[in-house]
């Protein structure tokens, strides 16, 4: 059974840092697109926010605007695992942020639709 799951999640306070992990079992991902995604209470869609995407083999990556310069993607196929490095987080960083797998691309798409399998998700608060 393919599984994610997500760790590294907490209560940090604004201007912190926190660094998510992402385990995967069951298969590997190594020729795979891996990607970060939110989701906050108040967002009215059910749909996901893209945070951060890196392709197959660590070559190349893709941020929203909203974290570029402070959040870093990197991924150890060796691992299985994918991270995300959070620096200066903002109260609006809170949410629970899930990663995730796009089988079908070498490429991280920024669209949820492209991503085929998903952890349960860690839950980031930034708060004083």
């Known amino acids: 059974q393919v599984q994610l799951v997500e760790s590294g999640g907490g209560l940090v306070q604004p201007g912190g840092s926190l660094r998510l992990s992402c385990a995967a079992s069951?298969?590997?991902?190594?020729?795979?697109?891996m990607g970060w995604f939110r989701q906050t209470p108040e967002t009215n869609s059910r749909e996901r926010e893209f945070v951060a995407g890196i392709n197959w083999n660590g070559g190349a990556t893709n941020y929203a605007d909203s974290v570029k310069g402070r959040f870093t993607i990197s991924r150890d196929n060796t691992k299985n695992a994918v991270y995300l490095q959070m620096n200066s987080l903002k109260p609006e960083d809170t949410a629970l942020y899930y990663c995730a797998v796009s089988s079908s691309w070498t490429y991280p798409r920024m669209h949820p639709a492209y991503y085929d399998v998903w952890g349960q998700g860690t839950q980031v608060t930034v708060s004083s």
């Open positions: 069951g298969r590997t991902f190594e020729n795979s697109a």
